[in-house]
Protein backbone atom coordinates (compact mmCIF):
# COMPACT_ATOMS: atom_id res chain seq x y z
CA UNK A 1 0.00 0.00 0.00
CA UNK A 2 1.79 3.45 -0.75
CA UNK A 3 1.52 5.86 1.72
CA UNK A 4 3.51 9.36 2.03
CA UNK A 5 4.37 10.90 5.32
CA UNK A 6 5.68 14.25 5.99
CA UNK A 7 7.25 16.06 8.55
CA UNK A 8 8.98 19.32 9.97
CA UNK A 9 6.40 21.22 10.19
CA UNK A 10 6.39 23.85 13.05
CA UNK A 11 5.96 27.69 13.66
CA UNK A 12 8.53 29.92 12.56
CA UNK A 13 8.83 33.92 12.63
CA UNK A 14 8.60 35.73 9.34
CA UNK A 15 11.82 35.62 7.64
CA UNK A 16 12.73 32.24 8.93
CA UNK A 17 13.00 29.06 7.33
CA UNK A 18 11.99 25.13 7.81
CA UNK A 19 12.48 22.10 5.38
CA UNK A 20 9.69 19.59 4.97
CA UNK A 21 10.37 15.64 3.87
CA UNK A 22 8.30 13.64 2.47
CA UNK A 23 9.06 9.77 3.01
CA UNK A 24 7.19 7.72 0.36
CA UNK A 25 6.73 3.93 0.66
CA UNK A 26 4.42 1.49 -1.25
CA UNK A 27 5.14 2.63 -4.17
CA UNK A 28 7.48 2.90 -7.54
CA UNK A 29 9.33 6.08 -6.59
CA UNK A 30 10.68 6.94 -10.06
CA UNK A 31 6.84 6.66 -12.09
CA UNK A 32 5.85 8.78 -9.70
CA UNK A 33 5.78 13.12 -9.60
CA UNK A 34 5.54 14.55 -6.04
CA UNK A 35 3.83 17.91 -4.94
CA UNK A 36 3.77 20.26 -2.38
CA UNK A 37 0.14 21.75 -1.73
CA UNK A 38 -0.68 24.00 1.04
CA UNK A 39 -4.43 24.55 2.26
CA UNK A 40 -4.74 27.38 4.11
CA UNK A 41 -7.88 28.41 6.52
CA UNK A 42 -11.03 29.12 3.99
CA UNK A 43 -8.76 28.95 1.34
CA UNK A 44 -8.45 26.52 -1.79
CA UNK A 45 -5.70 23.81 -1.81
CA UNK A 46 -2.93 25.15 -4.07
CA UNK A 47 -0.18 23.19 -5.55
CA UNK A 48 3.35 25.06 -4.30
CA UNK A 49 5.81 22.58 -5.81
CA UNK A 50 6.59 19.58 -7.60
CA UNK A 51 9.14 17.28 -8.94
CA UNK A 52 9.28 14.94 -11.52
CA UNK A 53 11.04 11.85 -9.97
CA UNK A 54 12.21 10.58 -12.82
CA UNK A 55 14.45 13.60 -14.47
CA UNK A 56 14.40 16.27 -11.51
CA UNK A 57 11.87 18.55 -13.17
CA UNK A 58 10.95 21.08 -11.05
CA UNK A 59 7.99 23.34 -10.77
CA UNK A 60 6.99 26.50 -8.30
CA UNK A 61 3.89 28.64 -7.92
CA UNK A 62 4.70 32.52 -8.70
CA UNK A 63 4.17 32.71 -5.01
CA UNK A 64 7.42 30.64 -3.26
CA UNK A 65 9.28 30.99 -6.49
CA UNK A 66 13.09 32.26 -5.47
CA UNK A 67 12.18 31.13 -1.50
CA UNK A 68 11.02 27.60 -1.71
CA UNK A 69 12.91 24.82 -2.95
CA UNK A 70 12.10 21.02 -3.99
CA UNK A 71 14.47 18.20 -4.14
CA UNK A 72 14.36 14.44 -3.59
CA UNK A 73 16.54 11.78 -2.43
CA UNK A 74 16.06 9.01 -5.11
CA UNK A 75 17.88 6.46 -2.95
CA UNK A 76 15.85 7.28 0.53
CA UNK A 77 12.19 7.89 -1.22
CA UNK A 78 12.16 11.29 0.23
CA UNK A 79 11.14 14.98 -1.42
CA UNK A 80 11.87 18.03 0.42
CA UNK A 81 10.86 20.84 0.30
CA UNK A 82 13.43 24.03 1.65
CA UNK A 83 11.31 27.00 2.65
CA UNK A 84 13.65 30.27 2.88
CA UNK A 85 12.52 33.63 3.86
CA UNK A 86 8.86 32.60 4.66
CA UNK A 87 5.87 35.23 5.52
CA UNK A 88 3.18 35.11 7.69
CA UNK A 89 1.49 34.38 4.39
CA UNK A 90 2.88 30.48 3.83
CA UNK A 91 0.99 30.11 6.92
CA UNK A 92 -1.52 26.86 5.95
CA UNK A 93 -1.43 22.66 6.29
CA UNK A 94 0.99 21.48 4.14
CA UNK A 95 0.73 18.15 2.36
CA UNK A 96 2.69 16.16 -0.65
CA UNK A 97 1.20 13.87 -2.92
CA UNK A 98 2.13 11.83 -5.75
CA UNK A 99 0.93 11.65 -9.11
CA UNK A 100 1.57 9.17 -12.05
CA UNK A 101 4.69 10.68 -14.49
CA UNK A 102 3.88 13.75 -14.28
CA UNK A 103 3.16 17.09 -12.05
CA UNK A 104 -0.42 17.56 -12.73
CA UNK A 105 -1.95 20.54 -11.91
CA UNK A 106 -4.84 20.02 -10.10
CA UNK A 107 -4.88 18.22 -6.75
CA UNK A 108 -7.71 15.65 -8.31
CA UNK A 109 -4.50 13.95 -10.67
CA UNK A 110 -2.77 13.25 -7.47
CA UNK A 111 -3.54 9.47 -6.16
CA UNK A 112 -1.72 9.39 -2.92
CA UNK A 113 -1.73 11.92 -0.56
CA UNK A 114 0.09 12.05 3.42
CA UNK A 115 -1.51 13.46 6.03
CA UNK A 116 -0.34 17.07 6.11
CA UNK A 117 2.10 18.88 8.37
CA UNK A 118 1.18 22.54 10.21
CA UNK A 119 3.44 25.91 8.91
CA UNK A 120 2.59 29.00 11.16
CA UNK A 121 4.61 31.59 10.41
CA UNK A 122 4.36 34.39 12.91
CA UNK A 123 4.68 38.50 11.87
Known amino acids: EAQLVESGGGLVQAGGSLRLSCAASGLIFDDFAIGWFRQALGKKRERVSC????????YYAGSVRGRFTISKDNAKKLVYLQMNSLKPEDTAFYYC????????????????WGQGTQVTVSS
Open 97 to 112: AAAREWCEDEAEDYVH
Open 51 to 58: IIVSDGTT
